[in-house]
T-cell receptor
Framework: KQEVTQIPAALSVPEGENLVLNCSFT??????LQWFRQDPGKGLTSLLL?????REQTSGRLNASLDKSSGRSTLYIAASQPGDSATYLC???????????FGDGTTLTVKP | ETGVTQSPTHLIKTRGQQVTLRCSSQ?????VSWYQQALGQGPQFIFQ???????GRGNFPPRFSGLQFPNYSSELNVNALELDDSALYLC??????????????FGQGTRLTVV
């Protein structure tokens, strides 16, 4: 059974800091890994999708890496802003368009 | 804006009642998945529909059931509601054969409160 763990559960940083969020998974036989952002009481917004054959993806100030053999992914946020405050979730899928297994998220607070 | 629309946005029901939640996915998205997200936790997979057939189910009892229609919209039905069913219910759609292979697009969710 796939298990996804995200550390830390909560993180508070001053504006402008670079930060790293961690995601680990127990079964390396994944099809893809996706990072999401969730604002309080809202749905999920996809940030980055990494296929199992890829090592990283970048979008603006965000960079996600994947090390499938060790069961780890990191989300790097550069020059954090108060608007980045949200919960960040990672999810892995075992097959194409298959069910996703989610971590419980990291809640990020960026202070002005 | 993901193009996935869920209704209603909020709902309050009494224990023992039945509820139907709806999801309208993007055009051509023939796969829809439903998730339950309890407060402070990640979403948990309920089931998935592909071309109107159930295509995988998580660890949820039979009182959670679903439908997918020819236009690929979907419903989640929950019978005999329990207090623990209070959660945010999310649907996600995906389209095979796109460049973003396997990417799931989520709706804004339906907040169900059971009292």
């Amino acid at each position: 059974k796939q298990e996804v763990t995200q550390i830390p559960a909560a993180l508070s940083v001053p504006e402008g800091e670079n930060l790293v969020l961690n995601c680990s998974f127990t079964d390396s036989a994944i099809y893809n890994l996706q990072w999401f952002r969730q604002d309080p009481g809202k749905g999920l917004t996809s940030l980055l999708l990494i296929q199992s054959s890829q090592r990283e993806q970048t979008s603006g100030r965000l960079n996600a890496s994947l090390d499938k053999s060790s069961g780890r992914s990191t989300l790097y946020i550069a020059a954090s802003q108060p608007g980045d405050s949200a919960t960040y979730l990672c999810a892995v899928s075992r097959r194409y368009a298959g069910k996703s297994t989610f971590g419980d998220g990291t809640t990020l607070t960026v202070k002005p | 804006e993901t193009g996935v629309t869920q209704s209603p946005t909020h709902l309050i029901k009494t224990r023992g009642q039945q509820v139907t939640l709806r999801c309208s996915s993007q055009s051509g998205h023939n796969t829809v998945s439903w998730y339950q997200q309890a407060l402070g936790q990640g979403p948990q997979f309920i089931f998935q529909y592909y071309r109107e057939e159930e295509n995988g189910r998580g660890n949820f009892p039979p009182r959670f059931s679903g439908l997918q229609f020819p236009n690929y919209s979907s419903e989640l039905n929950v019978n005999a509601l329990e207090l623990d069913d209070s959660a945010l219910y999310l649907c996600a759609s995906s389209h095979p054969g796109t460049a973003a292979s396997g990417k799931a697009f989520f709706g804004q969710g339906t907040r169900l409160t059971v009292v």
